[in-house]
Nanobody
Framework: QVQLVESGGGLVQAGGSLGLSCAASGRTFSNNCMGWFRQAPGKEREFVARIGWSGSSTYYADSVKGRFTISRDNAKNTMYLQMNMVKPEDTAVYYC???????????????????WGQGTQVTVSS
């Protein structure tokens, strides 16, 4: 099994920055895909970003492109999400997710991932 624990959430003003981390423990995989999703109150969980094993392959939702940066440190089994120029509409619970295998066409969907963290709240004030 894989355990994922998010951290770094909190309250930030619009236009500010916040960094999230996702630490993986337990069974680890090589060449696997990881991603971030978020769920705002009253809305479905949505894809934010995903990253391949080497870190060179990244993909972002249009809503965060140019503002958020996903990265990973495989030596530390940790993935990151740097959130810049945040907006009130970025308010949500942010979840990290891990896939057993490499990124593919389904990694913008929840069903494309095998393991999930419990989530961390991000609140952006206007």
């Amino acid at each position: 099994q894989v355990q994922l624990v998010e951290s770094g959430g909190g309250l930030v003003q619009a236009g500010g920055s916040l960094g999230l981390s996702c630490a993986a423990s337990g069974r680890t995989f090589s060449n696997n895909c990881m991603g971030w999703f978020r769920q705002a109150p009253g809305k479905e969980r949505e894809f934010v970003a995903r990253i391949g094993w080497s870190g060179s392959s990244t993909y972002y939702a249009d809503s965060v492109k140019g503002r958020f940066t996903i990265s990973r440190d495989n030596a530390k089994n940790t993935m990151y999400l740097q959130m810049n120029m945040v907006k009130p509409e970025d308010t949500a619970v942010y979840y990290c997710a891990a896939r057993r295998i490499a990124c593919g066409g389904t990694t913008y969907r929840e069903s494309g991932y095998d393991y999930w963290g419990q989530g961390t709240q991000v609140t952006v004030s206007s």
